[in-house]
């Protein structure tokens, strides 16, 4: 059995708290800890950030989500080769940006929710 262990590559925590259900505003439910005491919890994969997207605007409440930073390598090739270690880094940097985007949307540009993201990352 091949078990691979997982590095944090950025850990990004919202200073937002939960709103109550007055601040959400006409026809919106906010749920605070004391009226919903519920997290959502998610794990994903860069390939399925918009899926979190959609989440973020349909959930005001807190969010948490571990998004996996994938880089699969061909079959022969490791970080060891200059030209494979600078593919790898180049990919790892636009999913953490996107990752990041993300959260920056959310956490600035809304009322309520409140995100809170862990990047994982195999370890070579």
Same mark, same amino acid.
């Given at each position: 059995?091949?078990?691979?262990?997982?590095?944090?590559?950025?850990? !990004? $925590?919202?200073?937002? #708290?939960?709103?109550?259900?007055?601040?959400? =505003?006409?026809?919106?439910?906010?749920?605070?800890?004391?009226?919903?005491?519920? /997290?959502?919890? /998610?794990?994903? &994969? &860069?390939? +399925?950030?918009?899926?979190?997207? +959609?989440?973020?605007?349909? $959930?005001? =409440?807190?969010?948490?989500?571990?998004?996996? !930073?994938?880089?699969?390598?061909?079959?022969? #090739?490791?970080?060891?080769?200059?030209?494979?270690?600078?593919?790898? +880094? /180049?990919?790892?940097?636009?999913?953490?940006?996107?990752? +990041?985007?993300?959260?920056?949307?959310?956490? &600035?540009?809304?009322?309520?929710?409140?995100?809170? &993201?862990?990047?994982?990352?195999? #370890?070579?």
């Amino acid at each position: 059995m091949c078990v691979r262990r997982l590095l944090v590559h950025d850990i !990004l $925590w919202s200073a937002k #708290q939960p709103c109550k259900s007055t601040d959400a =505003g006409a026809g919106g439910v906010a749920p605070d800890s004391e009226e919903c005491p519920l /997290t959502v919890a /998610t794990t994903l &994969t &860069t390939s +399925r950030l918009s899926g979190l997207q +959609r989440l973020c605007q349909s $959930w005001p =409440g807190p969010l948490a989500a571990a998004v996996y !930073l994938t880089v699969n390598l061909p079959a022969g #090739q490791s970080t060891a080769d200059p030209d494979t270690l600078a593919h790898f +880094r /180049t990919r790892l940097s636009n999913d953490s940006t996107d990752a +990041r985007a993300l959260f920056r949307k959310y956490d &600035t540009h809304t009322v309520c929710t409140q995100i809170r &993201t862990a990047s994982l990352l195999p #370890q070579p």
